[in-house]
């Protein structure tokens, strides 16, 4: 990819991608700029050839302080001046993310407060450093749950814990995130990425078309009845049967090779 950026740093190790929130001296804060800079990003990941993974994780000690504090107050005055009207907040980040038709693994290296929190929980898959900590804060700075987050944080961690979270605006450590649910694995800090790489391996030596598949299937019956569910799988599963990855993966396991796959 051409295209470079100031915020974000990118970089490809074959199948795998690896993003990473560049602002490290304001604790990799999502500012207007590096929004921009995601959004621009994010649409180019389902179109790059043979990339079927993405790591996202932070620069320095955070994964993201969330939302850029000095650019809410500029924003908030700005908009007293004009009789406290806003434009409608948008959350365009998120339904980005959530395009994206291959994985995204979430490598929580450092505190993931408020939109950091939020902004992973749109991740297929979430492990954390011993340093993680998460905060679901919006009501400490006079805000409500965005980015998704008032509907996935009680997906994954159930209504419960989402309200506990949410209305306490307590921060937690990554070992009570693990026993809430909330990430999957809690390493040490010099592991984290070594851990992402080995899961993002696992994923990559899949067929492509069915992770996609998988991943699309997931999404859909988030948010769906069972009858949906059922009536969405038997069209993805008529799809995955027609394709070429679905003969190759079953010719290989029964030659007892390795499969060589080609993504349709």
């Not at 069972?226 to 599963?237: F, H, K, P, W």
Request: charged content about 25%; hydrophobic content about 45%.
């Amino acid at each position: 990819m051409d295209k470079k950026y100031s915020l974000l740093r990118w970089e490809r190790e074959g199948a795998i991608g690896i993003l990473r929130f560049n602002r490290p001296e304001a604790l990799n804060a999502l500012s207007p700029e590096l929004q921009e800079e995601l959004l621009d990003l994010l649409p180019r990941l389902s179109l790059m050839e043979d990339l079927q993974v993405v790591i996202i994780t932070g620069e320095g000690k955070a994964f993201s302080a969330g939302g850029d504090l000095e650019g809410f107050l500029a924003r908030s005055t700005a908009h007293a001046e004009l009789g406290g009207t806003r434009e409608l907040f948008r959350n365009r980040v998120p339904r980005a993310l959530l395009a994206v038709e291959i994985p995204l693994i979430a490598a929580i290296n450092g505190p993931a407060i408020g939109g950091g929190l939020t902004l992973s929980l749109t991740c297929n898959l979430r492990i954390a450093s011993e340093d993680a900590r998460f905060g679901a804060t919006f009501a400490r700075v006079g805000l409500a749950p965005e980015y998704g987050s008032s509907f996935l944080l009680a997906q994954v961690v159930g209504l419960t814990r989402a309200s506990e979270m949410i209305l306490t605006a307590r921060i937690i450590d990554a070992q009570e995130a693990l026993s809430f649910g909330l990430v999957s694995e809690v390493l040490p800090s010099d592991r984290l990425l070594a851990r992402a790489r080995e899961l993002a391996k696992q994923i990559a030596a899949l067929p492509p078309l069915a992770i996609r598949m998988c991943k699309r299937v997931l999404h859909h019956g988030m948010d769906c009845t069972l009858s949906q569910a059922l009536d969405y799988e038997e069209l993805v599963e008529t799809h995955c049967f027609s394709s070429l990855d679905h003969r190759e993966a079953v010719s290989a396991f029964l030659e007892k090779r390795q499969p060589h796959f080609l993504g349709r």
